[in-house]
């Protein structure tokens, strides 16, 4: 249900074309409709964490090193928030990750809550949580760095 | 040889949500400069980091300016009784 969500909110995109605010963009769509379905989807089921969840296997050699070692994004974020395109890619990318990462992330970083909001609306201890973030960041940068950073202007 | 660039990844998400202790913090800095693999990730957090602040800080200036005429009526009637009481 959240990814039907997600995907409807994704393909409706176009809908946003040409003059999209921010505003419209993300309180219609992200903040409002889906962190108050995620609460509920909380309460109704313990959501779990599947193993395969952990991009670091992927991304770390066994020796601790980066098997692909991040390139040098520049960047402005203040451009980038007023770039359309970006936030696309970037509601994209946040909609790949694993459902529970993709809660407390929206939680934290689009909602603004803090930690002990997150985790209790979650039922997640603080250090689970920061696990949880560690690892979207992880897989957030690695799609960004592909779809938008990476490829696309190359 | 072991490397510290998958520690390094967790202590720098980390840094976003609690304080570092002192050793993880000088284990990272002393990281950081002999690694550019690990300087690339620190600058493309801080750069979603700052995107994210960006974002909400719009959210709430545009929230503010759309507030239902009802607040908004509540609201003005608090100031002046504040300012009635203050005069
Ligand atoms: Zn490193």
């Given at each position: 249900?959240?990814?039907?969500?997600?995907?409807?909110?994704?393909?409706?995109?176009?809908?946003?074309?040409?003059?999209?605010?921010?505003?419209?963009w993300?309180?219609?769509?992200?903040?409002?409709?889906?962190?108050?379905?995620?609460?509920?989807?909380?309460?109704?089921?313990?959501?779990?964490?599947?193993?395969?969840?952990?991009?670091?296997?992927?991304?770390?050699?066994?020796?601790?090193?980066?098997?692909?070692?991040?390139?040098?994004?520049?960047?402005?974020?203040?451009?980038?928030?007023?770039?359309?395109q970006?936030?696309?890619?970037?509601?994209?990318?946040?909609?790949?990750?694993?459902?529970?990462?993709?809660?407390?992330f929206?939680?934290?970083?689009?909602?603004g809550?803090?930690?002990?909001?997150v985790?209790?609306?979650?039922?997640?201890?603080?250090?689970?949580?920061?696990?949880?973030?560690?690892?979207?960041?992880?897989?957030?940068?690695?799609?960004?760095?592909?779809?938008?950073?990476g490829g696309?202007?190359? | 040889?072991?490397?510290?660039?998958?520690?390094?990844?967790q202590?720098?998400?980390?840094?976003?949500e609690?304080?570092?202790?002192?050793?993880?913090?000088?284990r990272?800095?002393?990281?950081?400069?002999?690694?550019?693999a690990?300087?690339?990730?620190?600058?493309?957090?801080?750069?979603?980091?700052?995107?994210?602040?960006?974002?909400?800080?719009?959210v709430?200036?545009?929230?503010?300016?759309?507030?239902?005429?009802?607040?908004?009526?509540?609201?003005?009637?608090?100031?002046?009784?504040?300012?009635?009481?203050?005069?």
């Amino acid at each position: 249900m959240v990814q039907e969500t997600l995907l409807a909110a994704w393909r409706g995109r176009d809908r946003f074309a040409g003059k999209s605010s921010v505003r419209t963009w993300l309180v219609g769509i992200l903040k409002h409709k889906i962190i108050d379905h995620i609460r509920k989807e909380i309460r109704d089921r313990k959501l779990s964490e599947a193993v395969k969840s952990d991009p670091t296997s992927s991304l770390f050699n066994a020796d601790g090193s980066w098997i692909e070692a991040p390139e040098n994004w520049k960047e402005n974020p203040q451009e980038l928030c007023e770039n359309e395109q970006f936030r696309h890619v970037l509601q994209g990318c946040i909609a790949k990750l694993p459902e529970k990462q993709q809660i407390v992330f929206r939680m934290r970083e689009i909602s603004g809550e803090d930690t002990e909001t997150v985790c209790k609306e979650a039922e997640i201890t603080p250090t689970h949580l920061h696990v949880l973030i560690h690892r979207a960041r992880l897989a957030l940068r690695t799609c960004l760095e592909f779809y938008w950073f990476g490829g696309r202007r190359s | 040889m072991n490397h510290f660039c998958r520690e390094a990844s967790q202590l720098q998400s980390d840094a976003f949500e609690r304080q570092l202790t002192l050793s993880e913090h000088i284990r990272l800095r002393i990281h950081l400069l002999i690694c550019e693999a690990c300087r690339n990730y620190a600058d493309s957090l801080k750069l979603l980091n700052s995107f994210f602040h960006n974002l909400r800080k719009q959210v709430q200036q545009d929230e503010g300016i759309t507030l239902p005429d009802s607040d908004r009526e509540r609201i003005k009637e608090a100031l002046s009784r504040t300012s009635d009481s203050a005069g």
